[in-house]
């Protein structure tokens, strides 16, 4: 991996995790696009989808509720994914590095959470001096740098120096080891389904989970037309529960009706 490979990852892994406008948790966070990208600029992007769809699995019940973050899947998507195709890794074994390296990235956001507060008492101060034009400085350009500098620095560093170590570490830990890594990569995905199992079950839509499974086994549809049909099905039923919710609500009266 050359320098400019490992500065592109970081900066991919900046984006991904810098919460700019269009990119960020629902796009470039996800394993599989951030995966894709990497191998783009690795000149393997069919590997890079290939590793990071697997890392994907593991985060599909991911949630970051109330600021907490329980694993950083964009750390574990660009790196694994460039360890995977610089060190010829499976995507088994990519996907059980992967894993450490996601659980290792939340120290990125605890930092961010942990010092953008300073920012918040800067653009206090410069309410208090009514200067409002400086605002943006606060809530946008000192945040930026500094998630830039605590995320695309690392992480460049880690997938430059790490890619040349990559290849000794495969081929010290060859045989029973790396067997072991292959087989706790392979059950990372069964946990993923699990968690979005469990989620499915509590709610209203596991009737869709039955259709869909039902669809896809006696149609003969591949994942393209599959796909289409469910989000279209997604759609109808979120308009309906609106419509069931908007008639559910009882009109509020007006204040001259209560008076009449």
Known sequence: MTIIQAGLCGIVYWLAVGNLPFAGLWSLQRPLVCGLI???????????????????LVYLGFISAGGSMPADMALAGV?????????GLSAETALALAVPLGLLGTIVWYLRMTFDSIFVHIA????????????????????????CVISLVPCALA?????????????????????VFEVIGNMMP???????????FKGESIVFL????????????????????ALI?????????????????????SESEEEF
């Open 38 to 56: 990497t191998g783009v600029i690795l000149g393997d992007p069919v590997q890079g989808a290939v590793v990071g769809g697997s890392i994907n």
């Open 79 to 87: 790196l694994g994914t460039s360890y995977a195709i610089v060190g």
């Open 124 to 147: 206090d101060g410069y309410i208090e001096k009514d200067q409002f034009e400086k605002i943006w400085i606060a809530n946008i350009l000192f945040p930026q740098i500094f998630v």
């Open 159 to 179: 997938a430059y120096f790490g890619a040349s170590y990559i290849q000794s570490f495969v081929t010290m830990m060859s045989g029973r080891v790396l067997t």
């Open 190 to 200: 069964a946990l993923g389904i699990a968690i979005t199992l469990q989620y499915i």
């Open 210 to 229: 039955f259709l869909g499974f039902a669809l896809a086994v006696y149609s003969g549809l591949d994942l393209l037309p599959l796909g289409i049909i």
């Open 233 to 253: 099905t997604a759609i109808v039923y979120v308009q309906l529960s609106y419509q069931k919710n908007v008639t559910a609500v009882p009109p509020v009266a």
